[in-house]
């Protein structure tokens, strides 16, 4: 038995090996790499992508998992293995048993289908033109279609899809969780519809974006970001990639009129970056030294970005040196004003600049549209108008054309259908376990006023970083908040700071 444990390790190893390599290519291809050479670029790493799929099908890992007692029943193998162990089996399984419900002809399928519907719906987002994109939304759909039968669901197709974002969740599961949060998030917003709106004018002045990066550099190193073991780089958009088990890279983007993409989007990576380079020693590049799901991923970026990063507390002691970096430019707004500035609630068009209170109303509305587009309710050649009648009813407002509404995101041109809910479930994972930090931690808001993150990190390094996915993340979730996934904790997180923010009160 502890002969087909370690074979089955030795081929784990070479999976996340073979990984990490590919992780280097396309992180060096959204960073560095010069414009022409994306031709031979794209054919290493779909070369790397076969070496990939070879690998993880591998008939023998099937027999060491079976030797080791793993049935779809009992995907954890023997009852006398170490709980760690049989977490790895168990993770090891479902990855073998996905993979190999894709024949190599679907993968390949989807992959050229992605890539070519990428460059159709860059064109038709700069032209406005819905229509050019739908032959290649439909092709996208129908594939997605076929990987859910072929990877079969019990109720509803989404989830087969959604499961490959969010391990184990199911699509009645979110859509009761996101109609709690919809009721929560509406009567927020119509409260702040009858105060004074703040003034966030302040925010769109000069900024030089080299002091932008050396201040967005500075909270990283503080927040805890370890730069012998990351990096901190430039890209369209932001995004962290993990190259090693002791190398996380993090990018941004910046823009020297409009403060807040660059240092929130850093700390926002950071909170990801953070969590990548927090595993377990004893995991460190196993299967098990990655995230138990994109929504517990989205949570640590959340908890560092809106409930720490927007804090009044965090810029207590920021802001003063926000301040020094650009005298010119903030010399003259108090630290209040910013506070509530940078906090501004208001129904937008664009999912990636919306606040933390609208904020989930964008991935509502794209989890209601992709269910009924892959049940076939929804016809995709309809959905520019199911998004705008979507959008009033959720947010209020109409976009004024398909690239400010329906042609916004990149996620379907991609192939990537049950991608969105993770971001906002990982504002409520967020939330919960900010809560269980809080009540761990009653000195919390002082440490921050005062620069002080180390009790959060060791925290969240404690109860979160280090299991990777060692538990499932509903189990994470009960082990470190002693319940299931609860939206009212974000909306009461909502409550207490917008009423701070805005003066409401009747809450
Ligand atoms: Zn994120």
Request: proline fraction near 4%; aromatic fraction near 12%.
């Amino acid at each position: 038995m502890e002969e087909d444990l370690r074979r089955l390790k030795e081929i784990g190893k070479e999976i996340i090996l073979l990984d990490h390599i590919k992780a280097i290519l396309t992180w060096d291809q959204e960073t560095y790499m010069p414009p022409n050479s994306i031709e031979e670029r794209s054919e290493q790493i779909s070369f790397l992508e076969g070496l990939f799929h070879e690998k993880i099908i591998n008939p023998e890992i099937g027999d060491l998992l079976s030797k080791l007692g793993v049935t779809q029943d009992n995907p954890e193998g023997r009852f006398d293995l170490e709980p760690i162990d049989r977490a790895y089996l168990r993770e090891f399984y479902r990855d073998h048993t996905r993979n190999i419900k894709l024949p190599e002809r679907l993968v390949v399928e989807l992959a050229k289908e992605s890539s070519v519907a990428q460059s159709v719906w860059v064109k038709a987002r700069q032209n406005r033109d819905f229509k050019m994109f739908v032959p290649h939304l439909n092709k996208l759909v129908m594939l997605n279609r076929e990987k859910a039968e072929r990877l079969g669901y019990m109720d509803h197709p989404y989830d087969a899809l959604l499961d490959e974002f969010e391990p184990w969740m199911k699509t009645e599961r979110v859509t009761e969780v996101f109609s709690g949060l919809q009721k929560g998030l509406k009567e927020i917003i119509e409260k702040i519809k009858e105060v004074p709106q703040v003034d966030d004018g302040f925010l769109l002045r000069d900024f030089p974006v080299e002091r932008q990066k050396e201040f967005g550099t500075m909270v990283l190193k503080e927040m805890g970001f370890d730069f012998d073991r990351g990096r901190l780089d430039v890209s369209a958009h932001p995004f962290t990639t993990t190259l090693g088990s002791d190398d996380v890279r993090l990018t941004s983007r910046y823009n020297k009129n409009f403060f807040k993409t660059g240092i929130f989007g850093i700390i926002h990576e950071g909170g990801h970056g953070l969590y990548e380079l927090g595993f377990l020693k004893k995991i460190k590049g196993n299967i098990l030294a990655m995230t138990a799901s994109l929504g517990i991923h989205e949570s640590q970026s959340r908890i560092w970005e809106n409930m720490i990063g927007r804090s009044h507390a965090f810029w207590q002691y920021y802001y003063p040196k926000l301040k020094d970096f650009f005298p010119e430019s903030l010399g003259d707004i108090s630290l209040n004003d910013f506070y509530r500035g940078i906090n501004k609630v208001e129904p937008s068009h664009i999912r990636v600049e919306a606040d933390e209170v609208t904020y989930s109303l964008h991935i509502i509305l794209r989890f209601t549209l992709e269910t009924e587009i892959i049940s076939g309710n929804l016809a995709v050649k309809d959905l520019p108008d199911a998004w705008n009648s979507k959008s009033e009813e959720l947010l209020g407002i109409i976009p004024g054309d398909d690239s400010e509404g329906v042609l916004q995101d990149i996620h379907w041109s991609m192939g990537a259908i049950g991608y969105f809910p993770t971001y906002a479930l990982g504002n409520l994972y967020g939330a919960q376990f900010y809560s269980a930090l809080k009540g761990a931690q009653p000195e919390l808001e002082k440490m921050l006023a005062c620069g002080d993150f180390s009790g959060v990190l060791n925290w969240l390094r404690e109860n979160i970083h280090c299991h990777g996915r060692i538990y499932k993340a509903e189990e994470l979730v009960k082990r470190v908040t002693g319940e299931e996934l609860n939206p009212d904790y974000f909306i009461k997180y909502l409550k207490e700071k917008y009423s701070e923010v805005y003066g409401l009160s009747g809450f």
